[in-house]
């Protein structure tokens, strides 16, 4: 049996660090690990210009201990009135290294985002041509149409329409949550990538609901059913490149998540690495893992590969501090509810 793998270097496809003491509280937990991220602009205000993506990455990088190393990646929040030449500059400098839709509405400070897809048609084509990969929180908004088909919805109506007429705009559908994003991208081999999250790989609604409602695990898009966790986990041990780590780590305050409307988002970010050894042991597939964490998000954006590695271990039970301290207030840490074994341990 397996108790010790050796792999490059993780990076996170997927991160929010927010800004202020709850980056600085949180920034280390990934950067112990990863050694770059994808950072979502969803601040409030939202990172829309380049100005404000390259100060944001000056106080990632002032949070940063001294002796840790990370790579902040910007993207840009895309609205309805973003301008396609500070966008196409931003991109062109190295500033960025993507852009991110967010439907209006659809998630955790999406207010600014996108309303009426036509309107950001000339940035997207602009995008297409300059090579600047968008990624997409894949959900509709209207109201009738059920939490639990958003996504499914999403590609049908607004994702495949855009992808057909502008077919070299490389698209990466984050946080896939079921067999319908997973069986897209296995039908679309060109310019399209998607990322999966530990809690998505890890759980199903059942978890979240069955016996009490558990707001840690409450997160957009929402977990799905069964079926569809298993196709999530299939298609990220799959060895199929086109499915990467995007932890979607997502740290709210504790009295947010704990409140009468729980805040979406689960702070996975400690103890994502152990969580996936355990979903890839699980699925007999650890030689896979690497690829997932290391190899297939690189090759889709078209980076180097981390020159270091990090070694896991299987160990005695791994003890997780229940939360994190900021400032005058705590994070909650995602807690999986059984024995995690495996740890980083070099
Ligand atoms: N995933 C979440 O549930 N929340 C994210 C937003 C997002 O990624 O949709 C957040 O910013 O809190
Ligand atoms: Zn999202
Ligand atoms: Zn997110």
Not at 163 to 184: C, F, N, Q, S
Not at 281 to 292: I, P, R, S, V, W
Request: a negative charge; glycine letters at 6%.
């Amino acid at each position: 049996m397996t108790q010790s793998l050796t792999i490059r270097r993780p990076d996170d496809w997927h991160l929010h660090l927010r800004d202020g003491a709850m980056l600085a509280a949180v920034l280390p937990e990934t950067a112990r690990h990863f050694a770059r991220a994808i950072v979502m602009p969803n601040l409030v205000p939202p990172v829309v210009t380049g100005a404000q993506a390259a100060a944001y990455r000056e106080r990632i990088l002032a949070a940063l201990p001294e002796g840790m190393t990370f790579e902040p990646l910007m993207t840009l929040y895309l609205t309805e009135d973003t301008d396609p030449d500070d966008l196409a500059t931003a991109h062109a400098s190295g500033l960025i290294t993507s852009v991110k839709l967010y439907p209006a509405g659809a998630t955790t400070n999406s207010a600014s985002g996108v309303k009426d897809f036509d309107k950001v048609r000339p940035v997207l084509e602009r995008m297409a041509e300059i090579g600047c990969p968008l990624c997409v929180h894949g959900e509709v908004t209207d109201r009738e149409i059920d939490i639990f088909d958003r996504e499914a919805v999403f590609i049908d109506r607004v994702l495949d329409p855009i992808r057909r007429t502008m077919p070299g705009l490389r698209v990466i559908m984050e946080h896939i949550t079921t067999k319908d994003g997973a069986d897209y991208v296995a039908a679309n081999p060109e310019g399209l990538g998607a990322t999966i999250t530990v809690q998505h790989l890890m759980f199903d609604r059942n978890d979240m609901l069955v016996g009490g409602m558990r707001p840690h695990y409450y997160c957009l898009p929402i977990l799905k059913r069964r079926q569809h966790r298993e196709a999530l986990v299939a298609a990220a041990t799959s060895g199929d490149a086109r499915y990467f780590l995007g932890t979607d780590s997502a740290p709210h305050p504790t009295h947010a998540k704990e409140a009468e409307c729980c805040a979406a988002g689960c702070f996975t970010a400690p103890i994502a690495l152990s969580c996936l050894a355990h979903v890839f042991e699980q699925a007999g597939a650890l030689d896979k893992l690497e690829g997932f964490t290391s190899l297939n998000g690189p090759a889709f954006f078209g980076l180097p590969i981390n020159a270091d590695t990090i070694t896991l271990s299987k160990l005695d039970p791994l003890t997780i501090p229940k939360t994190l301290p900021v400032a005058d207030h705590t994070v909650t840490v995602f807690d999986p509810g059984f024995p995690l074994h495996w740890r980083v341990t070099g």
